[in-house]
């Protein structure tokens, strides 16, 4: 069975930076897609950044890029969100998922990815 736990959120002041953890578990991730998605409320789930785990091949949201990396451990099994020069705008909470399969592509689509953690908030205050 897949698991996912995400870790790390918390309350930091803008400007600030926290780092996410994802530690996955119960398959072979060797092959597969990795990502990071928020939620605000009374907003739609929206990407944030991915991961191919092999390769290393890597895509963001327009709104992180050059602020957020993202980056995997193969021997830990887990998937790291650093995030710096955070913005109250980035106060969510925020979810890691696994596209399972062989050469899958790197999407953006919530609905496009099988499993899910239970969520970490993060609280950037102003």
């Known amino acids: 069975q897949v698991q996912l736990v995400e870790s790390g959120g918390g309350l930091v002041q803008a400007g600030g930076s926290l780092r996410l953890s994802c530690a996955a578990s119960?398959?072979?991730?060797?092959?597969?897609?990795m990502g990071w998605f928020r939620q605000a409320p009374g907003k739609e789930r929206e990407f944030v950044a991915g991961?191919?785990?092999?390769?290393?091949?890597?895509r963001y949201a327009d709104s992180v890029k050059g602020r957020f990396t993202i980056s995997r451990d193969n021997a830990k099994m887990t998937v790291y969100l650093q995030m710096n020069s955070l913005k109250p705008e980035d106060t969510a909470v925020y979810y890691c998922?696994?596209?399972?399969?062989?050469?899958?592509?790197?999407?953006?689509?919530?609905?496009?990815?099988?499993?899910w953690g239970q969520g970490t908030q993060v609280t950037v205050s102003s």
């Open positions: 991961i191919r785990w092999s390769g290393g091949t890597t």
């Open positions: 998922a696994t596209r399972l399969g062989v050469g899958r592509v790197l999407t953006t689509t919530p609905s496009g990815y099988d499993y």
């Open positions: 119960g398959h072979t991730f060797s092959s597969y897609v």
